[in-house]
């Protein structure tokens, strides 16, 4: 899992994530790139990132994805992110192209809804809280 405190460089990590793979051996690589539309208005969003949780629920993937023989990959960003360009990439490397493909969906999915990051819209230079495109976290208390 890494995080920036920029908008990703898609490229130099993919790439990156390749080299270190390159001898893994795996007959899959199925990559995510999310990147911000410009919709409603927006000039970007902005993320904050509870941490701790945030490596609990990625280090559980890391245990499902090593029992199928694969692995996952993670980028995002915090604070600010531009329209146009990549706040979040993943990954999945796995020696069957079914289970990358169907890893990768799931992953994706539990990210969006699970995942301890809180979204912001940026307008006319302000943070508004994203509530119409955020998903309660199960379980959060308070936070749902």
Do not use: C
Not at 29 to 52: C, H, K, N
Not at 63 to 80: C, F, N, P, T, Y
Not at 134 to 144: H, I
Request: glycine share 6%.
């Amino acid at each position: 899992m890494e995080l920036y405190d920029k908008p990703l460089d898609v490229k130099e990590i993919f790439s990156r994530w390749l080299d270190e793979e390159a001898e893994s051996n795996y007959g899959a690589y199925i990559p995510f790139v999310g990147t911000i539309r410009a919709e409603d208005g927006i000039e970007a969003l902005s993320f904050d990132i509870y941490e701790p949780l945030l490596k609990d629920w990625f280090d559980k993937w890391q245990v499902r994805a090593k029992e199928l023989g694969a692995i996952v990959k993670m980028a995002h960003s915090i604070g600010d992110v531009p329209v146009h360009t990549s706040s979040y990439i993943s990954a999945v490397f796995s020696p069957k192209r079914r289970v990358a493909l169907e890893l990768i969906d799931e992953f994706v999915e539990d990210f969006k809804a699970n995942a301890p990051i809180w979204k912001y819209d940026i307008k006319d230079g302000k943070r508004i809280y994203a509530e119409d495109r955020s998903t309660p976290m199960s379980g959060s208390g308070l936070l749902a």
